[in-house]
């Protein structure tokens, strides 16, 4: 008898501006039956309380499993755990930096390096601008290496009506990218 896996995606929150982008992914993976696999950085963490009127709690309660993020040796921490993928929403340039570069000094940086090894796919909203040139060296740097880099850019295409509207578009185009298909987007070209 075939083996079926549960559709699993591991899901990290850094501490750059745009936390709801990471929030509405949660949101969304449980409406598409997808398996949420949290790992929530310190400045992740702070960046909730200081951006959103919800809590930690609430956030971390999305989640199907939630890792500490300085639980190294975590189920997320190995290429032996399946997984579709990984998007970090939103990354923060401390993150992107440190996976470029092979640090796993935390959770979210040794997950993202089992992506890479794994050649699973690796997302990364990186929330930064203006960008110097060597945010756009580290950028190239990763994609070279097979992460998909996805700054959070609103498409005006899709007429949003709210910052929520906004916010999922640019999630659901995201996600599209580990082929899940978030219904109800308001795609180029759609009727």
């Known amino acids: 008898m075939a083996e079926t896996r549960k559709k699993r995606l591991v899901v990290a929150i850094t501490g750059a501006s ?6 509405r992914a949660l949101e969304l993976l449980k409406t598409l039956d997808v398996e949420s696999h ?28 939630v890792y500490p993020s300085k639980d190294i040796g975590a189920a997320i921490s190995s290429g032996s755990f399946h997984t579709m993928g990984m998007l970090i929403a ?32 690796l997302v990364l909203m990186v929330r930064e601008t203006p960008l110097h040139t060597g945010h756009l060296r580290t950028m190239t740097q ?18 949003p009506e709210s910052l929520e509207d906004m916010v999922t578009y640019t999630v659901g185009r995201a996600l599209d990218l580990f082929g899940l298909e978030v ?7 759609g009727a």
Do not use: H, Q
């Open 183 to 189: 219904e109800g987007l308001n795609r180029w070209g």
């Open 90 to 121: 939103p990354c923060s340039v401390r993150t992107m930096s440190e996976i470029a570069t092979g640090v796993t000094s935390s959770l979210v940086s040794r997950a993202a390096d089992v992506m890479l090894k794994e050649r699973r796919p």
């Open 142 to 159: 990763l994609s070279e290496m097979g992460a998909i880099i996805a700054p959070p850019v609103p498409a005006f295409y899709a007429r």
């Open 38 to 65: 949290l790992v929530l950085s310190k400045a992740g963490e702070r960046t909730i309380v200081e951006e959103t009127d919800t809590t930690v709690r609430a956030v971390t309660g999305l989640a199907d499993v």
């Open 18 to 23: 745009g936390v709801t982008y990471g929030i």
